[in-house]
């Protein structure tokens, strides 16, 4: 409730677009070729983890932002 509509909104959307990236993959068989190749499965888990870089640098990012913000009202 704290950030609105939109926010919960932009959340859902980005929450069903993954579960239809995941049925897809699944449909097309591509999740049998990477539980198989551990090229394709090292890959993947690659790409996971240089996402989850991303995310955590926009999080301290945001909270630079949110302090830097902060400090400048007081």
Same mark, same amino acid.
């Given at each position: /409730? +704290?950030?609105?509509?939109? +926010? &919960?909104? %932009?959340?859902?959307? &980005?929450? !069903?677009? =993954?579960?239809?990236?995941?049925?897809? !993959?699944?449909? !097309? &068989?591509? =999740?049998?070729? #990477?539980?198989?190749? $551990?090229? $394709?499965?090292?890959?993947?888990? +690659?790409?996971? !983890?240089? *996402?989850?870089? *991303?995310?955590? *640098?926009?999080? #301290?990012?945001? /909270? $630079? &932002? $949110?302090?830097?913000?902060?400090?400048? +009202? %007081?």
């Amino acid at each position: /409730m +704290r950030h609105g509509f939109a +926010r &919960g909104d %932009c959340a859902t959307f &980005g929450l !069903v677009l =993954g579960l239809w990236t995941q049925l897809l !993959v699944v449909a !097309v &068989g591509l =999740g049998a070729v #990477i539980a198989t190749s $551990a090229l $394709a499965f090292a890959a993947v888990k +690659r790409l996971g !983890v240089a *996402y989850l870089a *991303y995310l955590v *640098y926009l999080g #301290i990012r945001q /909270m $630079a &932002g $949110a302090a830097a913000a902060d400090g400048a +009202r %007081c």
